[in-house]
């Protein structure tokens, strides 16, 4: 599928319905506190690739779940994601102006806000995950609740902190991705299959070893893009990494052999969804699109 108008076509298709799951999940702006309710919708709504809620709502459709089933995981997934790009922002972290083309939430909304929505935004996913109809919403929750803390995306955040200005080895700077951006895009492959019923370990090992290759291939390519790519089309200050000395990808193995390694990652992926057969084309075309993505 690829880069093809088919891929393109489902693509959009998946992010307008993950952008009206979302609308409907977050609180109105007419509902009281309203300077925050307003806050968390542009931080949700303004935008982005919704890559981690597509991979809960595609894995589980390639498994055979419902849609009703899969609206409260795709939502809860992209939750968690948007508090931790608010709070990632902030001055006390990376102090970023721009996210996704526009103010970032603290730029637009105020310091003291942004936090909270962050929290907000956090309690929110784990309530919209436990109303999930499935027989055992718990075990979902446990699974956004690792991949959301120490163990997960909040513990590779304090290893990047601790990395400025360090040099790392490959292995050290797979382990804080494996967290930090992984650990998020496993859980979201997770949620869809577990929604779908899924449990053969064979099938479940497979799709966590896929999410987990192109969870690395994706900040791979966000490393690249941070070199090569440009503010406007990023919708994100390009550099900033690098002007904030931040091991990455291509200093550690240099452009080429971070690209020939994206792409090895991507090859990896694509193996693991063989036994899916015709089910995982739209999966292993957004691995092929993450490898090559332009913003």
């Given at each position: 599928?690829?880069?093809?108008?088919?891929?393109?076509?489902?693509?959009?298709?998946?992010?307008?319905?993950?952008?009206?799951?979302?609308?409907?999940?977050?609180?109105?702006?007419?509902?009281?506190?309203?300077?925050?309710?307003?806050?968390?919708?542009?931080?949700?709504?303004?935008?982005?690739?919704?890559?981690?809620?597509?991979?809960?709502?595609?894995?589980?459709?390639?498994?055979?779940?419902?849609?009703?089933?899969?609206?409260?995981?795709?939502?809860a997934v992209e939750f968690?994601?948007?508090?931790?790009?608010?709070?990632?922002?902030?001055?006390?972290?990376?102090?970023?102006?721009?996210?996704?083309?526009?103010?970032?939430?603290?730029?637009?909304?105020?310091?003291?806000?942004?936090?909270?929505?962050?929290?907000?935004?956090?309690?929110?996913?784990?309530?919209?995950?436990?109303?999930?109809?499935?027989?055992?919403?718990?075990?979902?929750?446990?699974?956004?609740?690792?991949?959301?803390?120490?163990?997960?995306?909040?513990?590779?955040?304090?290893?990047?902190l601790e990395s400025v200005?360090?040099?790392?080895?490959?292995?050290?700077?797979?382990?804080?991705?494996?967290?930090?951006?992984?650990?998020?895009?496993?859980?979201?492959?997770?949620?869809?299959?577990?929604?779908?019923?899924?449990?053969?370990?064979?099938?479940?090992?497979?799709?966590?070893?896929?999410?987990?290759?192109?969870?690395?291939?994706?900040?791979?390519r966000d490393d690249i893009?941070?070199?090569?790519?440009?503010?406007?089309?990023?919708?994100?200050?390009?550099?900033?990494?690098?002007?904030?000395?931040?091991?990455?990808?291509?200093?550690?193995?240099?452009?080429?052999?971070?690209?020939?390694?994206?792409?090895?990652?991507?090859?990896?992926?694509?193996?693991?969804?063989?036994?899916?057969?015709?089910?995982?084309?739209?999966?292993?075309?957004?691995?092929?699109?993450?490898?090559?993505?332009?913003?």
């Amino acid at each position: 599928m690829g880069d093809s108008a088919l891929f393109r076509e489902r693509l959009s298709d998946y992010q307008g319905r993950v952008h009206a799951m979302l609308d409907r999940a977050l609180p109105p702006t007419s509902e009281p506190p309203l300077r925050l309710h307003e806050a968390m919708r542009y931080a949700v709504l303004g935008g982005g690739k919704r890559v981690r809620a597509i991979l809960a709502v595609a894995t589980g459709e390639s498994l055979g779940a419902e849609a009703e089933c899969m609206e409260p995981a795709a939502c809860a997934v992209e939750f968690i994601h948007a508090y931790s790009l608010v709070h990632d922002d902030l001055p006390c972290m990376d102090d970023d102006d721009l996210r996704r083309g526009v103010p970032t939430c603290h730029r637009a909304f105020g310091e003291a806000t942004a936090l909270l929505v962050g929290d907000a935004l956090q309690a929110l996913a784990f309530e919209t995950l436990a109303h999930a109809p499935v027989s055992d919403s718990g075990e979902l929750v446990r699974v956004l609740a690792r991949a959301s803390g120490s163990r997960g995306m909040a513990g590779g955040q304090a290893i990047d902190l601790e990395s400025v200005g360090r040099t790392l080895t490959l292995d050290q700077l797979e382990n804080m991705h494996l967290h930090k951006t992984g650990a998020l895009i496993r859980a979201s492959v997770r949620l869809g299959a577990l929604c779908a019923g899924a449990r053969d370990p064979e099938i479940l090992d497979r799709l966590d070893e896929y999410a987990r290759c192109i969870g690395l291939a994706f900040q791979i390519r966000d490393d690249i893009l941070d070199i090569e790519g440009d503010t406007e089309v990023l919708g994100k200050t390009q550099g900033a990494d690098v002007a904030l000395d931040k091991p990455t990808y291509p200093s550690v193995l240099g452009l080429d052999a971070s690209r020939a390694h994206a792409h090895a990652l991507h090859e990896r992926a694509s193996e693991q969804l063989a036994p899916l057969g015709r089910d995982a084309d739209f999966l292993l075309a957004l691995s092929e699109f993450i490898v090559d993505r332009k913003s």
